[in-house]
């Protein structure tokens, strides 16, 4: 079976009645818990940016606690998971805010694990890219934010 176009999909839910669109993402919600997710951020999280940023960062200090550290092998599979996890919840929210706030929490994090990530070049490249992107994206934004985040960032760039 071969998607629809975004646009064609725009145009078909015109058409639909208010019920039949609260069926389709109800439907839509049960297949896949990313949908959920989204669904949920959208209806209950959007509208209170600072405490859904708050509440990934427990999640995400949540994670780096319970990171097995008996080999850098576990390290860097637990510290990609918890880089996925902030890529999709920062794609939920669509602002570049909070993506450069996550980001800049998840650094922090890794800077300051142990044992250090100097000893391990992965761990060092993923840190590093990180800290690309969020100069990338913070390039992007207004002056007053470029300055608070260029402070914080210049901190993290020590490693």
């Avoid at 092998?73 to 880089?83: A, C, E, G, M, P």
């Amino acid at each position: 079976m071969k998607a629809e176009s975004v646009t064609t999909i725009k145009k078909e839910l015109q058409h639909r009645s208010h019920d039949e669109l609260m069926q389709l993402c109800l439907r839509l919600s049960r297949f896949k818990k990313e949908n959920k997710e989204l669904l949920t951020y959208l209806l209950f999280e959007s509208h209170n940016e600072e405490d859904y940023i708050n509440n990934i960062k427990t999640e995400i200090d949540e994670q780096f606690k319970n990171i097995n550290r008996a080999s850098y092998f576990y390290i860097k599979k637990s510290v990609r998971k918890i880089l996925r996890t902030i890529k999709k919840y920062a794609r939920y929210s669509l602002k570049k805010e909070t993506e450069v706030e996550l980001l800049l929490h998840f650094c922090e994090r890794l800077k300051s694990f142990s044992p250090s990530i100097k000893q391990n070049v992965t761990l060092s490249n993923i840190y590093n890219r990180q800290i690309i992107t969020i100069q990338k994206t913070v390039a992007t934004l207004h002056e007053d934010l470029q300055y608070d985040y260029n402070q914080h960032l210049e901190e993290l760039k020590t490693l």
